[in-house]
């Protein structure tokens, strides 16, 4: 059982540049989020959706793009990078709150994003 | 406003004490969860402890126990006896809603926890 899977793990970028990244899950979770992480800042939620063909805002959105077309894949889109959106992208997954299975969310392992 | 405030950025506390991480909320929901977890210096994310806003009881897992003030907004973290893989960085999140309203997971600045021997 793989859990939380994002791909890939360490990528430079030069400013401008777009990339893709890619979190997928074979939990069967309904919900999917899409953080970064800055020294002194915790986690900030850049979107998420709460199930299939749905998105939604979180924090920091500008910037960024997503789609969550198939259920497992949640993507997070950078159009044209820049040097503050070097970072680490953490994505996650979870059941909705609320029902009998357990809550939290499981995280994938990290994306460590450099814009030069 | 800050929906999750994680007041101390760094704490020490002796192996084998007991130390408690603070955390406060801001939410008008009734229904809602709270979360603890460890981020240690390898990176990964690790849950320890949930709280649910319905829970009579305070949570508990091993040395993990959750200190729930609903009234105060409070979700303390404590860890008992403390051990040197206890050093790492510990977040607080929430979420707000239940299923079919449920709203973003949302994390604090985080505690960096220092065991020291």
């Known amino acids: 059982n793989a859990g939380v899977t994002q791909t890939p793990k360490f990528r430079v970028l030069k400013t401008g540049q777009s990339m893709t990244l890619l979190c997928a899950q074979d939990m069967n979770h309904e919900y999917m989020y899409w953080y970064r992480q800055d020294p002194g800042m915790g986690l900030r939620l850049i979107h998420y959706?709460?199930?299939?063909?749905?998105?939604a805002k979180g924090e920091v959105p500008d910037g960024y793009n997503v789609s969550r077309l198939k259920k497992q894949n949640f993507l997070l889109g950078l159009e044209s990078a820049a040097p503050s959106q070097t970072s680490v992208y953490f994505c996650?997954?979870?059941?909705?709150?609320?029902?009998?299975?357990?809550?939290?969310?499981?995280f994938g392992q990290g994306t460590r994003l450099t814009v030069v | 406003a800050q929906k999750i405030t994680q007041t101390q950025p760094g704490m020490f506390v002796q192996e084998k004490e007991a130390v408690t991480l603070d955390c406060t909320y801001d939410t008008s929901d009734p229904s809602y969860g709270l979360f603890w977890y460890k981020q240690p210096s390898s990176g990964e994310m690790i849950f320890l402890i949930y709280?649910?806003?319905?829970?009579?009881q305070n949570a508990t897992e091993g040395r993990y126990s959750l200190n729930f003030q609903k009234a105060r907004k409070s979700a303390n973290l404590v860890i008992s006896a403390s051990q040197l893989g206890d050093s790492a960085m510990y977040f607080c999140a929430m979420r707000e809603g239940l299923y079919g309203s449920a709203r973003q997971l949302t994390f604090g600045s985080g505690t960096q926890l220092t065991v020291l021997p």
């Open positions: 996650a997954s979870s059941y909705p709150q609320g029902l009998p299975q357990v809550t939290e969310a499981f």
């Open positions: 959706s709460v199930g299939e063909g749905t998105t």
């Open positions: 709280q649910g806003s319905y829970d009579q």
